[in-house]
């Protein structure tokens, strides 16, 4: 197989899964490639994600790696399987790759997690919402390129809807549901669309009201996907400065914590509606 130059987010995920594997036994990548009969480069660019690995080739280094747990080698070899072009690839080039690895993320999500304090999920924006996000970005963006987001963010959408919608819970901060984002007409809008999709059944909007006080993780926008196994999943955070993957096995125990506390302060979905509409009525 020939060497990727600009393996995508899943890709790397793959490579990084492998290393950790390599590493619990305690193996060095030249003497991995030893056991399996290649260089050290090859073995280096797998965990990289710079080198595509078939399934056989991964069931042999789970065998080599001692390692038994079945349900993450299935994961890992499903990993392998899917080689079609999802819809994001349409943007590579033309919009930055953290972008396309996040829709490419919850494409395969099994589930997905959400807490934010200052915006409404991207996830259950309106497009004239996401459009007046995207147009407060510094340096400003062209026309064409907001537009250009604006529609990404709405084809990521899709996730929520069709046969096989994802389950997602999103935790929004009341301060998020007051803050005028494109003037009263644009906000009701808005909070009707949370309205109308906290009525399907596997989306869950739970608000976290300002008595709640301080919770952990506030200043930032924090967002978890679930994978087939739980070592798979990701926290994705949306920073000023970028987009971050975490992975480690730590950090995803740390964010499951932080997402439960924030659920214990949160109200009920039903009082949570309740808010809506009354903010909404009051606009």
């Not at 987010?9 to 030249?30: I, N, P």
């Not at 490419?104 to 996000?133: F, M, N, V, Y």
């Not at 309205?195 to 869950?204: G, V």
């Amino acid at each position: 197989m020939p060497v990727r130059s600009n393996p995508t987010g899943r890709q790397l995920r793959l490579g990084s899964e492998l290393r950790k594997m390599r590493e619990r036994t305690g193996l060095t990548a030249t003497e991995a490639g030893k056991l399996l009969g290649i260089k050290q480069a090859q073995v280096s660019n797998m965990e990289t994600g710079r080198l595509g690995v078939s399934a056989d080739r991964i069931r042999t280094l789970a065998c080599h790696y001692d390692c038994a747990d079945s349900a993450l080698v299935d994961a890992l070899m499903a990993m392998t399987g899917d080689r079609s072009r999802g819809w994001w690839e349409e943007s590579r080039g033309t919009l930055p790759s953290p972008l396309l690895d996040l829709a490419e993320l919850e494409h395969h999500a099994t589930k997905l997690r959400g807490a934010i304090t200052a915006h409404i999920p991207g996830l259950l924006q309106t497009s004239d919402h996401a459009r007046e996000i995207f147009q407060q970005d510094v340096p400003p963006m062209p026309p064409p390129e907001v537009e250009h987001r604006v529609s990404f963010r709405i084809k990521r959408q899709a996730v929520l809807y069709g046969d096989s919608p994802r389950p997602y819970q999103a935790l929004i901060h009341e301060a998020a549901l007051r803050i005028e984002v494109g003037g009263p007409s644009v906000l009701r809008k808005q909070l009707q669309h949370l309205l109308d999709m906290s009525e399907r059944d596997h989306i869950t909007i739970q608000v976290v009201p300002f008595k709640a006080g301080a919770i952990p993780g506030s200043g930032q926008s924090i967002y978890y996907a679930y994978g087939p196994v739980p070592q798979m999943d990701t926290v994705h955070l949306d920073q000023s400065h970028g987009l971050a993957f975490l992975d480690a096995e730590a950090q995803l125990q740390k964010y499951r914590i932080l997402f439960d506390r924030i659920e214990a302060v949160a109200h009920s979905p039903a009082e949570s509606r309740d808010v809506i509409h009354s903010i909404s009525r009051n606009l």
